[in-house]
């Protein structure tokens, strides 16, 4: 069996503490082959920098993903090129730099992770559409890689799309994991092909938070419709995400449960985690 972890979006230094603390224990305590992390949120829960990525593998994550937020950080689009680590979404147009899959071997079986946006609610991107091109790269990579089993990680906003691409791939995938939201939701579960699915796997950083910021300045944000900076919050660290457990030999899942890690986390210069109006600035 192998077990593959697909940790939630990892916003801002909260984030990036939560994974510095708590994956290492998580990885030996599960026992874990392989970590997949959607990390556009890790630069201030805006994007995502050239240094918190090479971070980001020292700490323990194999692969990583990132969707619109991917590019906010200008240093991204020279580095992605030569980060094989680090996937864009698979119908972004061909020019647009990096790699939207990754090949890998684990145990001796060929493992082929891919990473994907929906099209629903990003209105500002021209992209392809997302059912299009899954199915146009699965036949290409059915040819190229006969056998391989299919890891699909699904950036979309809206619930029916995410549900959709889980009963398009039924049969053809061993897993299609959903982000986005950054809120983990409770319908994990395995198809009767052996699909492993869940709508959102949630986030890596505060829990007592709005999306892993500080829930004051949301409210201001809400209240004022004053274009208001978000900032990070440092209440109650969590690690959320799914466990995958596939069978190699069948290429099928055989379980997926979901992780909810509480991580002792502490602001810079000793500021208190509980106050949500000074996270660490």
């Known amino acids: 069996m192998v077990r593959v972890l697909f940790l939630g979006e990892i916003t801002g230094r909260p984030g990036i503490t939560c994974i510095k603390n708590g994956l290492p224990a998580l990885k030996k305590k599960y026992d874990i082959d ?11 829960g805006f994007g995502i920098g050239r240094a918190h990525a090479a971070q980001l593998t020292k700490m323990g994550v194999d ?20 980060a094989g680590f680090i996937l864009r979404p698979a119908n972004y147009p061909p020019q647009c730099p990096g790699r939207s899959y990754r090949s890998i071997e684990i145990k001796g079986h060929r493992f082929i992770i891919i990473n994907l946006q929906g099209n629903a609610l990003f209105p ?25 089993i299919i890891l699909l990680q699904f950036h979309a906003a809206t619930t029916a799309e995410k549900k959709t691409m889980r009963f ?41 938070s709005v ?10 944000k809400l209240r004022s419709q004053l274009p208001v900076r978000s900032q990070e919050c440092w209440n109650d660290g969590i690690i959320e995400g799914v466990l995958v457990d596939i069978d190699e030999e069948s290429g099928k899942s055989v379980g997926i449960h979901r992780i909810m890690e509480h991580v002792e986390i502490t602001a810079p210069g000793n500021a208190n985690e509980a106050d949500s109006d000074n996270p660490g600035k």
Do not use: C, W
């Open 211 to 220: 999306g892993g910021f500080d829930p004051s300045t949301e409210i201001k």
């Open 168 to 208: 398009f791939l039924d049969g053809r995938a061993a897993a299609v994991i959903g982000t986005h939201t950054k809120v983990i939701t409770a319908d994990e579960m395995v198809s009767s092909s052996g699909l492993a699915y869940i709508t959102d796997n949630g986030r890596v950083g505060s829990f007592l």
């Open 34 to 44: 392989y970590t997949i992390a959607n990390g556009e949120g890790m630069t201030g």
């Open 124 to 148: 500002r991107q021209s992209i392809q559409n997302a059912f299009s091109s899954i199915d146009m790269l699965l036949k290409k990579l059915e040819e190229k890689e006969p056998g391989a």
């Open 63 to 82: 692969l990583i993903t990132g969707a619109e937020k991917l590019f906010y950080k200008l240093d991204m689009v020279e580095f992605v090129q030569k």
